[in-house]
């Protein structure tokens, strides 16, 4: 199996997926190659990350966590429970659709363009986009009351895709102080060791 990869945050849920789950695979940073037509023909996106297992190519990080989970049998996606699958499915799209949008202009300011080398932040740009931020991250905050994971009440994909952009909040000056639960959540995310280090050590470059 290989998993292509750069260092951002749709590869990075694949990666801390599959190193929390054991995977064995070849993790290959694809860098420019990113824009071949070699890799478009694995993926036509031109995005990271692509899982080539046999004659699978998948892409979409949430279908990839699928589908690593179910190669793994763990239930971090409930493959065989109908129930906790709509439960988890909800949060995949409300991240897709909400949360994702809301945090997405601060991860992209302060994390990928710094990690990218791509310019300072541009924080007045984000001022606007707070009180949007703020509300979804309610809607979160309650939801985390009294528990610890977003679903199922235990570590599922859910928590991995959600937390993806959101990881470095305090870098990206993402608005959370009030929120506890998000910060109790994502502190505790940050404690399991394939979340905190998810960049692989033994990799192939292929650019
Ligand atoms: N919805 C896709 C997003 C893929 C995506 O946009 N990947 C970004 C990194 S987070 C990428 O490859 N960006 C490189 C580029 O746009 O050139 C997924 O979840 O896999």
Not at 87 to 100: A, I, N, Q
Request: glycine share 4%; proline share 7%.
């Amino acid at each position: 199996m290989k998993i292509y990869w750069i260092r951002a945050q749709a590869p990075r849920r694949v990666l801390a997926l599959a190193g929390h789950l054991g995977v064995n695979a070849e993790f290959v940073e694809i860098g420019r190659a990113l824009k071949t037509k070699d890799y478009a023909a694995l993926n036509p996106n031109m995005r990271a990350p692509t899982l080539v297992d046999g004659d699978v190519v998948l892409w979409e990080s949430t279908a990839i966590m699928a589908y690593l989970c179910i190669k793994q049998g763990s239930d971090m996606w409930p493959a065989s429970n109908p129930r906790e699958q709509v439960e988890v499915l909800r949060w995949l799209s409300w991240d897709d659709c909400h949360w994702g949008p809301a945090v997405g202009p601060f991860y992209f300011e302060h994390i990928v363009k710094k990690t990218f080398n791509i310019g300072p932040p541009d924080r007045a740009s984000l001022v606007a986009k707070v009180p949007n931020l703020k509300a979804f991250a309610k809607i979160l905050d309650d939801h985390l009351e009294g528990r610890s994971f977003v679903a199922c009440d235990r570590l599922t994909i859910a928590d991995f895709h959600l937390a993806s952009m959101a990881a470095d909040w305090r870098d990206a000056e993402m608005p959370f102080a009030s929120c506890s639960n998000v910060v109790r959540w994502l502190d505790t995310l940050a404690r399991l060791p394939a979340w905190a280090d998810p960049w692989p050590q033994a990799t192939s470059a292929a650019a």
